[in-house]
């Protein structure tokens, strides 16, 4: 049985229909990503498999633990943290992880050595006996995810970890996340960034608008993509229609502009071997090239061939039903 | 049904751990909220020197309005007191951490109960200071040692049902502002349509009714019966059978309230 199951769930608010027959399953000690725009309703999901609301339809298991009947023992396998989690401004760092160990129902010395051995977990030994309204967005999201591992949960549900950080917090915060996945613990990660899937999950699920949309590896994903693509950047700004022309030439499709770089990219099939010609070809129409770069395809890319839409571009759609994710 | 049964169970095993936890949780939070403490302090002195020194010259009860004051105004105190519940419960619901708690196997009813619990006992503190104050100023106890001793403890007991109505009231409404406005209508009609700053007798014939049958009338006459002398009694009888009343009513419809808002 997988630790995390979720067989057909659908969730609406109204008519707003914030999942629609979503199933997935998480093998134990596996790392899904759940990437998608905000409002896609990957919230809701965590929130139905952490007990917090019931779906409308379908059902899910955590642990071999039934979400809505079964709320207590699941409660008991999992640690829930991110944007729906939260910590007390007014305590310290060190009495918010002891009042969750408390609430785990570990006992008070457990409780009190648990929460010394996660401040210096998670570089916070310093500032562990200052109220948390001192501390930075970074140490604020460290002590979250501390106070999720208090009893040491099987199952582990990060939602959106790293949104609104710095990039320099980011990576701590993903370092210690790769770190507890080798720990054996399952955890099922959403995230807004194509990078963060791509940098934490075993596989990922895309979602959008409340249906999942592709399955697959990082690597699987970027297939489907279908191509590579070829970037030129040349020096003079009337250099760049030339340029196109001498793209066209190697894509069926359009190459895409973007003026304030003079940089044209186009997708190409075979990339690498096509390369030597595109240089030549550049060079006899007499285009002085700044920058010639051949790349593989990013979930970004993923996301427009998948849906026909950046995923900055769905963001403002999401806004609008925003009460599927928030 | 058997479900029903093991969640029961679960609850009522945690739920006096849990509730001293989260007891625990809100005194440290009031301690490091010393704005909070020296409102819930300073707001009942200064209602105590303002009624005795301006309005008391004008009300006549037929003996010191100190006196006749002190027993009132606590329990005007301890009642005002509860509407921090209301604000506490509508402050974490907006700020999402329930959803960490929720998240965690403790008591639900915990969160209602600690609250409840951790706001009772700074009342404790409140009751305290405001006899001394009281003192201070000329208010004696004449209802002998028992009454004088079993007074203060009456007065946070009252409090009890009206922490679960503001608990109620706080999840409902869900945020800070709309708890203090809620409160506000709550507690100032009950604590002024009733025996604690004027006799009812002085009242128009008509509110008389009104405020005799008022519960926290018959808080105040028992408070003021237990440190005047008098019939202590009927009064508690009677306080008792609303204070039992509307907690067997509220304390459930607040746990309800509080599932449904989180």
């Not at chain 1, 596996?30 to 929130?47: F, H, R, Y």
């Not at chain 1, 996945?181 to 959008?208: F, K, N, P, R, W």
């Not at chain 1, 190409?268 to 096509?274: E, I, M």
């Not at chain 2, 490091?32 to 409102?39: A, I, M, Q, V, Y």
């Amino acid at each position: 049985m997988a630790t995390i199951e979720v067989e057909n769930i659908s969730k609406n608010y109204g008519k707003i229909e914030a999942l629609k027959n979503v199933s997935l399953t998480v093998e134990q000690g596996a790392v899904l990503g759940m990437l998608g725009p905000n409002g896609a309703g990957k919230t809701t999901l965590v929130k139905i498999l952490s007990s917090l609301i019931k779906p409308t339809a379908g059902r899910a298991s955590v642990a071999g633990f039934d979400v809505v009947n079964e709320t207590r023992q699941v409660r008991s396998n999992i640690g829930l943290a991110g944007q729906s989690a939260a910590v007390d401004e007014n305590l310290t760092g060190r009495e918010n992880l002891y009042l969750v160990a408390r609430l785990y129902h570990l006992d008070k010395d457990t409780s009190r050595r648990r929460a010394g051995e996660l401040l210096e977990q998670f570089n916070l030994v310093e500032s562990g006996d200052r109220a948390v309204k001192t501390y930075s967005g970074g140490m604020r999201r460290r002590l979250d995810l501390g106070a999720s591992l208090v009893a040491e949960p099987p199952v582990l549900f990060l939602d959106e970890p790293t949104t609104g950080l710095d990039p320099r917090s980011r990576n701590e915060l993903w370092d210690v996340i790769r770190s507890l996945v080798q720990g054996g613990t399952t955890v099922l990660l959403t995230t807004q960034y194509l990078e963060e899937a791509d940098q934490l999950a075993d596989s990922i699920s895309v979602i959008d608008q409340g249906s999942l949309i592709a399955q697959g590896t990082a690597s699987e994903l970027k297939q489907r993509a279908g191509s590579e693509f070829i970037s030129v950047q040349s020096q003079e700004l009337d250099q760049v229609s030339k340029t196109v022309g001498v793209m066209r030439r190697f894509s069926t499709e359009e190459p895409t502009v973007t003026q304030h770089d003079r940089r044209v990219t186009v997708s190409v099939t075979d990339g690498s071997a096509l390369l030597a010609s595109v240089v030549r070809e550049l060079d006899a129409e007499g285009v002085a090239v700044t920058d010639l770069s051949m790349r593989q395809p990013t979930l970004d890319d993923v996301f427009l061939a998948l849906t026909g839409r950046t995923a900055v571009e769905s963001e403002t759609d999401g806004s609008e039903d925003g009460a599927a994710d928030d | 049904m058997t479900e029903l049964v093991a969640n029961l169970r679960g609850e009522a095993r945690w739920l006096v751990q849990d509730t001293i936890t989260m007891s625990w949780r809100n005194l440290v939070i009031t301690t490091r909220t010393p704005e909070l403490l020296t409102f819930v302090t300073i707001q009942p002195i200064m209602f105590v020197l303002l009624f005795v020194y301006v309005f008391g010259g004008a009300i006549q009860t037929g003996g010191s309005y100190t006196d006749f004051l002190m027993p009132g105004i606590i329990i005007q105190t301890v009642l005002f007191g509860t509407s921090q519940t209301a604000v506490g419960l509508a402050d974490d619901l907006s700020k999402g951490i329930v959803d960490r708690y929720r998240s965690l196997p403790m008591a639900r009813s915990a969160v209602i109960a600690g609250r409840v619990v951790g706001d009772m006992a700074r009342n404790v503190l409140v009751v305290f200071v405001m006899l001394a104050v009281g003192l201070a100023i000329g208010f004696r106890f004449h209802g002998g040692v028992a009454g004088a001793i079993a007074m203060p403890f009456y007065a946070i007991f009252f409090s009890l049902a009206f922490h679960f109505v503001m608990a109620y009231f706080g999840a409902r409404v869900g945020t800070v502002e709309s708890a203090n406005v809620v409160t506000f209508l709550v507690i100032f009609p009950i604590t002024f349509l009733s025996s604690a700053f004027v006799p009812v007798e002085t009242m128009p014939g008509w509110l008389q009714p009104v405020a005799e049958n008022n519960p926290m009338t018959y808080g105040v006459d028992t408070a003021r019966a237990m440190s005047q002398g008098g019939e202590v009694a009927e009064n508690l009888l009677f306080s008792i059978a609303w204070i039992v009343g509307i907690t067997v009513v509220f304390a459930p419809l607040a746990v309800y309230q509080y599932r449904k808002a989180s």
